[in-house]
């Protein structure tokens, strides 16, 4: 698989993961979560998802205690 389409699919995934998580989630945090970077391995079959949140660090726990359910 060439570089361009993973690269693709990675945008495609970030995009998904974030239009999910803004109908299903956001409204549970106070903090700001931003889905920065996915990596997808060159079969896809494993994603890394890399996340920013903006907040103290009660809400960053929070937020990762929430992603990970």
């Not at 960053?60 to 205690?65: I, K, P």
């Amino acid at each position: 698989m060439s570089y361009d389409r993973i690269a693709r699919v990675n945008e495609v995934l970030k995009r998904e993961i974030s239009e999910w998580f803004e109908k299903n989630l956001a409204s549970e945090i106070e903090a700001l979560v931003t889905f920065t970077k996915v990596e997808t391995s060159a079969d896809l079959h494993h994603a890394k998802v890399f996340v920013s949140v903006f907040g103290g660090e009660d809400q960053e726990t929070e937020a990762f205690e929430l992603l990970e359910q």
